[in-house]
């Protein structure tokens, strides 16, 4: 089982992978209501990790660009964002 450590790892790279794409943030920034310095305030906060994990994982063609440019298994935001999300929470199935 992958560990928080691990999780916010994985969820910063995606938030560093987001950030440099001119077309996605500005999509990203809009649905969450966040702002740029925000980013960088709440860049450590599982909450907000979570978020940009979620947001990622609504499109395939994101995870894949994501985690071929970040050199993650494709797999692996999706299990980063579960241990985020954490035990509280009950998956719909």
């Given amino acids: 089982m992958m560990k928080q450590d ?11 992978w987001l950030v440099g794409q001119d077309s996605l943030l ?10 740029s310095e925000e980013l960088q305030r709440r ?7 979570t978020s940009v994990l979620e947001f990622i ?3 395939d063609t994101w ?3 994501c ?3 970040r050199d993650l298994r494709y797999e692996m935001p999706m299990m980063a964002m579960a241990v985020l999300q954490g035990a509280g929470r009950t998956h719909w199935t």
């Fill in 6 to 16: 691990a999780a916010e790892v994985i969820a910063l790279k995606c938030l560093t």
């Fill in 26 to 35: 500005p999509v990203f920034l809009s649905s969450t209501g966040a702002d």
């Fill in 67 to 69: 985690c071929d440019d």
């Fill in 57 to 59: 994982t609504l499109d």
């Fill in 43 to 49: 860049a450590h906060d599982p909450d907000f990790l």
């Fill in 63 to 65: 995870v894949v660009e």
